[in-house]
């Protein structure tokens, strides 16, 4: 089967390209507004703050509605509504100028829109298909993030042509070798970056946007880094690639992420203004899941996964380096750490796990203690200098103070710089490394466990809203969701070790 859809992948000997403009009277004007809005503050208020927060909420609003085939009256959610309800008061109050040509206007536009019952890209898609599909025509429809149930469902229901329609996100796109008649982006091709203008799996492809977005594609030369006289590309050389539609455009589609990112790094910044105890916190990269969600995962750590392509190996437990895109991560709904430490105590330490995890706490508390009163760095440089751990430094010192961290390398080095006396410092590291055993034999047990629990046959509700919940009878009813990877951002965060492993909403 794998060879044979490669094979048809290039056999595609001729393909076309084209491109469809969406209008929407009510978000055309909602889009502009909050442009002019962008305007008034960048050149008119000096960027202030307090404003860019709104503007900010605005756009996340705008967004959803242009990735959403529901209804626009059910685009928004209610905590979403109240924010910018509170938001466009308080620049009434404050900014008491803004009325008329600002507030008015976006409070107007925005009532319209959740009041609208329809949805113009939905109704374009639906028509589009019925007029020029063929009976038995196979159709990709490709989305930045997953198509859900309930999306898909009011599609497959104005259909009025006997077609096979496929769904896809663009990582589960990438990852899928099948051909197709047509394949249909819903987002330009800026959105959907480098591969949706490279691969091309159909015989017409086609890109729709919303008209305040531009709707175009630029041939890239694909050896950027080779004279062009010194290489020859076929990429587009049975591509036929119909005119443009440009235009001014309001917002680039790919501020989306800028968006989040934003939101991030003030989520992180709000977390270090508000957390008390600096010690406590991790390296930590983003996870981004389905639903406007994300997940800090701590760098170097272990993290289970949900393989519906490995039937016999369903559960696997990876570093998280090694997570990719559209794979699904299985996560307990209390700290996953926790459950491995549990699960150590009881089933492989037993009756010693009192005093070891008693040694544990002692000396940590050491570290914390000297960190609380010294910081990271100077108590890195003490240890690395008078008490020659070679490993010290800030972010290990950090990383050694986390309960992730159970036996440092040098941890012989460290408990003897805290004055311990050599027999105790043996029996610490002695039982430091049974817990650090005990820890890894427990992570394979809860995945041994959790594998007789699940079937093969979740697969197709997680497919289709890119997480699944339940609960585990094995481990006394534990919560577990099995989340969708949508994307991830290898940066560096500094974050709560109670913020770690746990989908938040941000922004």
Sequence with gaps: MFFSNLLKLYDINSVRVSFKHVYSKELDEYAKIIHQFHQEIKFKYENSEDLLEVLRILKKSLFNYVRSLQPYNKVLDEELNKQILKSLYRIKNSYPTLLDNIISPIAKTLYALTHLPDNQLYKFLCDYINESARIGMRIAIVSKRNISYEEQTIINQSINTHVIIKYFSIHSFMKNLETFDEIIYLGNSQYFGDYATNTFKGKHITFITYSFFSNKMQKKNVFDQINANASYSTLFQHVVIDNPITQKEFFSITEEKEELTTNINKYVENIKEKEHHQYDVVDASVVYLENDRILFVPIHSKIRIFDPDSPKELIKQIESKELEEDDYIILRNDRDTKLIAEVADQE????????????????????????????????????????????????????????????????????????????????????????????????????????????????????????????????????????????????????????????????
């Excluded at 890195?380 to 036996?407: P, Q």
């Excluded at 410092?425 to 007789?452: T, Y």
């Excluded at 481990?475 to 709560?496: Q, T």
């Design 348 to 507: 492989i330490l037993k009756e010693r796990a009192v005093n070891y995890r008693q040694l544990q706490k002692k000396w940590k508390k050491h570290l914390i203690y000297n960190v609380r009163r010294k910081g990271y760095k100077r108590v890195g440089e003490i240890l690395k200098n008078k008490y020659h751990v070679s490993t010290a430094s800030a972010a290990s010192v950090r990383n050694w103070c986390s309960e992730e961290s159970i036996c440092p390398i040098e941890l012989p080095k460290i408990l003897k710089a805290f004055k311990y006396e050599e027999q105790k410092i043996k029996k610490i590291v002695e039982a430091m490394k049974e817990i650090q055993q005990a820890h890894r034999k427990a992570g394979r047990i809860i995945s041994s466990k959790l594998m007789n629990e699940l079937s093969i046959n979740i697969v197709n509700e997680l497919r289709m809203n890119g997480y699944f919940t339940f609960e585990s009878k094995e481990f006394d009813g534990a919560s577990f969701n099995i989340e969708r990877v949508v994307a991830i951002d290898n940066s560096k965060h500094l974050v709560s070790s109670h913020n770690i492993m746990k989908p938040l909403n941000i922004g």
